[in-house]
């Protein structure tokens, strides 16, 4: 069965149809690729997902629930968790303060008032800092850490409201190549050791071709093409729309 099942998904702004009738499913422990131009629907479809926005028509089935007219802090008790940029104002903070917050903010339980902050559930946040192979760096503040290890911490903050579902919108913006890799390659150990699904968007085919299990393709909207990154390469219309005529993924890559 699956975990995701969208069904004629719409949202237009004004005359502007963002996303358009748009049909996929995800299933647990897939890693699922959203690709497309800029403009074609992307954030927009992540942002009906998680809430943000309200779809126009269409369902969004999370486990055979809908979630469409529920608030984003209900999807998030769902199990749809996402990734989210560290604020400024945290940065200051050490890396376990960051997971503990996080792990507070979801758990919202009272009790966790009369305890002090620096207690709260330690030791699931060591837990998830493990995970994210940080767990070493717990007491540095996150000011201190290279890029590719802020991202591991957005990771475990992510993870720390137990998604079943994970969105990740442009995971690797700004990064390295090999740090890219090394995020994706540690986010596809998780999938697989939690059984939960991803879906992410991304601009480096390295990254979409190397770790997603399926891609699908959006432009203007509309899904114009779902397969294996395999498939998806050798794909015409995919090619057309990215390329123009001539060009290639191997030549994008090179
Ligand atoms: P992508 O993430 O694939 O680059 P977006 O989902 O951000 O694309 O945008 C899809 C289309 O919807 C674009 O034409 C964009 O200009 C438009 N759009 C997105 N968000 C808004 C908004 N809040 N108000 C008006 N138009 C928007
Ligand atoms: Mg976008």
New binding site residues.
């Given amino acids: 069965m699956s975990l995701l099942s969208v069904h004629a998904l719409g949202k237009a ?2 005359a ?1 149809c ?1 996303v358009d009738n748009v049909n996929f499913t995800l299933h647990p422990g897939e890693m699922l690729a959203l690709i ?10 992540f942002n009906l997902i998680n809430g943000q926005l309200r779809a126009d028509h269409g369902r969004i089935l999370l486990n055979s629930q809908n979630l469409v007219g529920l608030t984003p802090r209900e999807i998030c008790r769902q199990g749809v968790g996402r990734t989210f940029q560290i604020a400024e104002t945290f940065l200051s903070l050490s890396v376990i303060e960051n997971v503990q917050m996080a792990l507070l903010a979801y758990s919202n339980n009272i009790f966790s008032f009369f305890k002090s902050a620096a207690q709260f559930q330690r030791n699931e946040a060591m837990r998830l800092l493990a995970q994210v192979g940080l767990d070493e760096q717990a007491a540095r503040p996150v000011s201190d850490l290279a890029y590719g290890d802020v991202k591991r911490v957005e990771l475990a903050l992510a993870l720390a409201t137990q998604p079943s579902l994970l969105l990740m919108d442009e995971p690797t913006a700004g990064m390295a190549p090999t740090e890219r890799l090394e995020l994706m390659a540690l986010t596809k150990k998780i999938v697989a050791e939690r059984q939960i699904a991803v879906l992410f ?1 991304e601009h480096s085919m390295d990254v979409v071709f190397g770790y997603a299990d399926r891609v699908i393709v ?1 432009a203007q ?1 509309q899904l114009i093409a779902q397969g294996t990154p395999e498939e998806i390469r050798r794909h015409p219309e995919v090619q057309r729309v990215y390329f123009g005529s001539g060009a290639t993924f191997e030549d994008f890559n090179a």
């Fill in positions: 702004f004004g502007v963002a497309g131009p800029n403009g074609a629907g992307k954030s927009t479809t968007t959006l909207g």
